[in-house]
């Protein structure tokens, strides 16, 4: 079992930065893929970012690639994401996620946080 809570979400105008925490619990936090996931207002929940169990490799959705970092610290159990170049399309509920077989669909994922709200004013 893994609870993840998320922190960090926030308004901030285009093109400010944002950084979201998420804290695992549990024993076990280095045997699974992170990642973020994302829902806008009116749409459907999408991934954002995923890292793997060691940190040594990520990936990023087309529409963050370059703006957004995503990393993690396996000793605290933590994994961040860092958004800089916000555009108000950013505009979401940020949710940290949890997985064992990779990270891009919802129905990949084992956990999931209760959700930040990122709103980012034009």
């Known amino acids: 079992q893994v609870q993840l809570v998320e922190s960090g979400g926030g308004l901030v105008q285009a093109g400010g930065s944002l950084r979201l925490s998420c804290a695992a619990s549990?024993?076990?936090?280095?045997?699974?893929?992170m990642g973020w996931f994302r829902q806008p207002p009116g749409k459907e929940r999408e991934w954002v970012a995923a890292?793997?169990?060691?940190?040594?490799?990520?990936a990023y959705a087309d529409s963050v690639k370059s703006r957004f970092t995503i990393s993690r610290d396996n000793a605290e159990n933590t994994v961040s994401l860092q958004m800089n170049s916000l555009k108000p399309e950013d505009t979401a509920v940020y949710y940290c996620?949890?997985?064992?077989?990779?990270?891009?669909?919802?129905?990949?994922?084992?956990?999931w946080g209760q959700g930040t709200q990122v709103t980012v004013s034009s």
């Open positions: 549990g024993r076990t936090f280095s045997s699974y893929v």
């Open positions: 890292i793997s169990m060691s940190g040594g490799a990520t």
């Open positions: 996620a949890a997985g064992v077989v990779g990270l891009r669909l919802p129905r990949q994922v084992d956990y």
